[in-house]
């Protein structure tokens, strides 16, 4: 079954101890990417990924790390994580081909991630 | 930059009314739209897209008509169910080039149909 995974789909932590959540899909898509949700101001786009070893920010970058070293996995690095980091986060991906409105992205289940 | 703007939920119907969702966007040149659908508990799915003005994207019963003159992506269902019960988004991509394939989201609008 073509598929987005994220592990864990429910985090609660410490601020300040570093944490990874994973992505992977099975679909071979060169574009991965990362969202977060918050109530009240929809989904943001945190890092996206074009291929292998290419990262780039997106719109709301601080606080967090991304890698790219195979094609399937795309994880999200907090390296000293903050409350203000709580939130629901959401990895996709898309096969990236150009015009870039024709690639439907698919989404992963979610990652509920509470920070103490 | 770009930017969607659709109605401000939570919207409640009774099953078998008509659903409207609006939704308005700013964006250089002709971006593809879209609507995304989240099932509680559950990650986006897509719905329906169109990539081109006057393009009607339909899905499950579902429409939405690409309006170039309006900036608009309204969403039409003749006659929801409860199973249609979640939070909609309206979102859009840029076709005008670059390496960021972002998808530009509305905040959401969460309907709920009771039986």
């Known amino acids: 079954e073509a598929q987005v995974t994220q592990n864990p789909r429910y985090l609660i932590t410490v601020t300040g101890k570093k944490l990874t959540v994973t992505c992977s899909q099975n679909?071979?898509?060169?574009?991965m990417s990362w969202y977060r949700q918050d109530p009240g101001l929809g989904l943001r786009q945190i890092y996206y990924?074009?291929?292998?070893?290419?990262?780039d920010k997106g719109d709301v970058p601080e606080g967090y790390k991304v890698s790219r070293k195979e094609k399937r996995n795309f994880p999200l690095i907090l390296e000293s994580p903050s409350p203000n980091q709580t939130s629901l986060y959401f990895c996709?991906?898309?096969?990236?081909?150009?015009?870039?409105?024709?690639?439907?992205?698919?989404f992963g289940p979610g990652t509920r991630l509470t920070v103490l | 930059g770009d930017s969607v703007t659709q109605m401000e939920g939570p919207v409640t119907l009774s099953e078998e009314a008509f659903l409207t969702i609006n939704c308005t966007y700013t964006?250089?040149?002709?971006?593809?739209l879209f609507w995304y659908v989240q099932y509680p508990g559950e990650g986006l799915q897509l719905l329906l897209k169109?990539?081109?003005?006057?393009d009607k994207g339909s899905n499950k019963g579902f429409e939405a008509t690409y309006r170039k003159e309006t900036t608009s992506f309204h969403l039409e269902k003749g006659s929801v169910q409860v199973s249609d019960s979640a939070v909609y988004f309206c979102?859009?991509?840029?076709?005008?080039?670059?390496?960021?394939?972002?998808?530009?989201f509305g905040k959401g609008t969460l309907l709920t149909v009771n039986p």
């Open positions: 979102a859009l991509i840029p076709n005008s080039g670059g390496s960021n394939y972002k998808l530009t």
């Open positions: 679909m071979n898509h060169e574009y």
């Open positions: 996709a991906s898309s096969l990236g081909l150009a015009p870039a409105g024709y690639n439907e992205q698919f």
């Open positions: 964006a250089t040149g002709y971006p593809s």
């Open positions: 169109a990539t081109k003005a006057d």
């Open positions: 990924s074009m291929n292998v070893e290419a990262t």
